[in-house]
């Protein structure tokens, strides 16, 4: 194992991403403060390329390649977002990248990875093992295996958005930030000891699967099966051994939400943001809107990291009519 990243090593990344990475708007609503008598701040990662933060990650672990690296490319296994960061990556560095994704995922990820001009590979869910077909692959091409959320280099990226929102917005009493294996939750909590060391960080994950809430009570990492929720982004069954050494040293807390909770706030941010939002971009706004009903937010600063917006626009129309 390396050592956990640091806030020095955040730096590096976005010096790395300069140029490369959209510096993503903080967007503020006049609406939500009047309701709930706070200052909030949104993060807008669903406007960062290929739509969600995942992009700084995976840029910010390629850029680090040496040369054998590169022209052997990048491999990884997701049928989401990291699958689409590393493929767009990949192409903006100039080396390949391939992905492994099961047989079912959307038609259209599918197209959008290969649009980013990666190689696909895809294998049955139900009777392979995709890490062990990945590492297979991985030995027989040399290609260097980039993980989703599990890495110095991905942590250390995804802190960026983060440190951007607390550049840009100054102090904050709270920070909610969505989580599922735990990337953008340690590298914001790594940027807010930094920069606004007394706010308090929340992650936030599906009520459905909590293994993050219990993994920090109970000072282990807890597996758990893959959950049920509207959150397909966070529908991992645990965290990882540099997410949670970050994540127990430098986060207050874990709060979760249902899926009708999680619409509501997909529904305030289309209606009252314009903004499209996929459901696990929508689990730290729905957390921040359970606090502020209780009032625990009356008069704080409060930063929302809104993480993605790559949500099938019939499913999107869908929910919210439902
Ligand atoms: C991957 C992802 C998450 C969860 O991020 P982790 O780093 O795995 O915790 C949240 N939102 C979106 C949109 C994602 O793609």
Not at 86 to 104: C, F, H, N, T
Not at 200 to 219: F, T
Not at 249 to 254: F, S, T
Not at 289 to 312: F, H, K, M, Y
Request: glycine share 10%; hydrophobic share 45%.
């Amino acid at each position: 194992m390396q050592d956990l990243p640091t806030y020095d090593d955040v730096v590096a990344a976005a010096a790395r991403l300069d140029g490369h990475a959209h510096r993503t708007p903080v967007l503020r609503s006049a609406t939500a403060d009047a309701r709930w008598g706070a200052q909030f701040f949104f993060k807008c990662e669903n406007f960062q390329r290929m739509g969600a933060f995942k992009f700084r990650g995976a840029f910010n672990a390629l850029s680090k390649f040496d040369a054998p690296q590169r022209e052997r490319g990048a491999i990884a296994f997701s049928s989401g977002n990291h699958a689409q960061a590393v493929a767009l990556s990949a192409r903006l560095l100039g080396m390949p990248a391939l992905i492994v994704m099961p047989l079912d995922a959307p038609a259209a990820k599918l197209a959008a990875t290969r649009g980013y001009g990666a190689e696909v590979v895809q294998y049955d869910r139900f009777t392979e093992d995709r890490e062990a077909l990945t590492q297979r692959l991985a030995r027989e091409r040399g290609m260097t295996l980039i993980p989703p959320y599990d890495h110095p280099d991905v942590i250390a990226g995804q802190g960026t958005a983060a440190k951007e929102l607390f550049e840009e917005a100054g102090p904050l009493d709270r920070l909610y930030v969505c989580l599922g294996g735990g990337g953008l939750t340690a590298g914001s909590a790594l940027s807010a000891r930094a920069l606004s060391p007394s706010c308090e960080v929340v992650g936030v994950e599906p009520e459905a699967g909590n293994d993050g809430q219990q993994s920090l009570r109970a000072g282990h990492i807890v597996h758990i099966d893959t959950p049920v929720t509207l959150a397909d982004g966070a529908q991992t069954q645990h965290l990882g051994t540099y997410t949670f050494g970050v994540i127990r040293r430098h986060v207050d807390g874990i709060d979760t939400v249902s899926d009708a909770q999680l619409v509501a706030a997909m529904r305030f941010f289309a209606e009252r943001m314009k903004m499209v939002v996929e459901p696990t971009g929508c689990l730290a706004f729905a957390a921040a809107c359970a606090a502020a009903e209780s009032g625990a937010l009356q008069g704080q600063r409060v930063g929302v990291i809104v993480s993605g917006g790559n949500v099938d626009l019939a499913r999107f129309a869908a929910l919210l009519a439902g």
